[in-house]
């Protein structure tokens, strides 16, 4: 069968390491029909859109899609639904994709590269999974309106709406129940039940379809809470499952954990398998250009696709691989050197991959 992939690449470093990418994609052996289309500023600077609809029908009729990064400062003055980030938010509600997979893992090459010490985050491996379509991302009603009750009535207030319907909870629950599974077999859900309505349902609703999975440890966790026990001692953790706000913001501070989120794969999936593969770091304009942007993120994130996605777990396997191999032999890109290690730019560090794909 042939996969067809829609590629977008967006802004800042995204077509660099996309491309590198698409060379590792290529090299595989597999049938692979890429598309690529406009995304993010990049798109709104040709069709005055950051989703254009030709971008989003592309995106639909795939199976899978490669996305590099959206945004720019440049673009921070326009009106918020022309804004590059409205792309990714599009995209995710379009296609459904309320399942967003954030691994957290630290390389044992570069343990020196967190801030936490080497014994705290050794052999880290934790996988945040973020309900991705739902929550005060997405809650109407939201804006800007001249209070009518409390103690401002007549004053201007913004406000947003925090909401998770029961189907919401349960989907992504049983996602988190499953994949848990899968490891080692520990959910922690995290909330803030002591304070928000919409929090003491959901954990209402996961602590009910933890029925369904009695072989799986289930613990509960205010989000504040969370915030500290990731750093004071991040290996309890296996499985985060949360809400969208609040994976948004832990999911970066696991990230962080690792030292190296040019290193970090995510993968955000629909009901239906179909899924967007994003590196977890941003499209970095500070460097774009540059050709020293690290592209193993995005390598790994083909990675992802290929194994929840296309169903080629060898090929995955084959990518990941070839990554740890490059790191052994000392590689680095600028974001992740120190010394000892061999500063390589982007396209070497893709050539390195290819060289070692070609012996696994
Ligand atoms: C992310 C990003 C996005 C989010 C932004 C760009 C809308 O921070 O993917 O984590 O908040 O979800
Ligand atoms: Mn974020």
Redesign the pocket.
């Given at each position: 069968m042939t996969h067809k992939i829609a590629v977008l690449a967006g802004d800042g470093i995204g077509p660099e390491i996309v491309e590198q990418a698409l060379r590792v994609l290529h090299a595989l052996g597999l049938s692979i029909q890429v598309e690529q289309a406009l995304v993010g500023g990049a798109a709104y600077d040709e069709h005055g859109h950051p989703l254009p609809a030709q971008t989003l029908e592309l995106a639909k009729s795939s199976h899978a899609i490669l996305f590099g990064a959206?945004?720019d400062w440049k673009y921070d003055k326009l009106p918020r639904e022309h804004r590059p980030?409205q792309a990714?938010?599009g995209l995710r509600k379009a296609l459904g994709l309320f399942a967003n997979l954030r691994p957290a893992i630290l390389y044992p090459e570069l343990a020196n590269a967190s801030s936490l010490k080497p014994e705290v985050v050794a052999g880290l491996d934790i996988l945040i999974l973020r309900e991705?379509t739902g929550d005060i991302?997405f809650g109407q009603p939201r804006g800007v309106r001249t209070a009518v009750d409390g103690s401002f009535i007549g004053e201007r207030e913004g406000f947003d709406t925090m909401r998770y319907a029961e189907t919401e909870i349960r989907r992504i629950a049983h996602l988190g129940f499953q994949t848990a599974k899968k490891r080692r077999s520990k959910l922690c859900s995290v909330d803030k039940a002591n304070v928000l309505e919409t929090s003491q349902f959901w954990r209402d609703i996961v602590i009910d379809v933890a029925k369904d999975y009695p072989e799986v440890e289930l613990s509960h966790m205010y989000v504040d809470n969370a915030a500290m026990q990731l750093v004071r001692a991040p290996k309890e953790f296996d499985v985060i499952v949360t809400g969208?706000l609040f994976g948004?913001i832990l999911?970066?501070e696991a990230a962080m954990l690792t030292g190296s989120i040019g290193m970090l794969p995510s993968a955000s999936l629909n009901e239906s398998g179909q899924g967007l593969y994003e590196p977890s770091h941003?499209s970095a304009p500070d460097i774009a250009g540059q050709g020293i942007a690290n592209p193993l993120a995005t390598m790994l994130s083909a990675a992802m696709m290929l194994r929840y996605s296309l169903n080629e777990d060898g090929a995955a396997d084959r990518i990941e691989s070839a990554v740890r191999q490059v790191l052994a032999q000392g590689l680095r890109t600028a974001d992740i050197f120190e010394a000892g290690t061999t500063k390589v730019s982007t396209a070497q560090m893709g050539d390195a991959v290819l060289q070692a794909l070609s012996k696994v």
């Open positions: 959206v945004g980030e990714i938010l991705l991302y969208n948004d999911s970066d941003g």
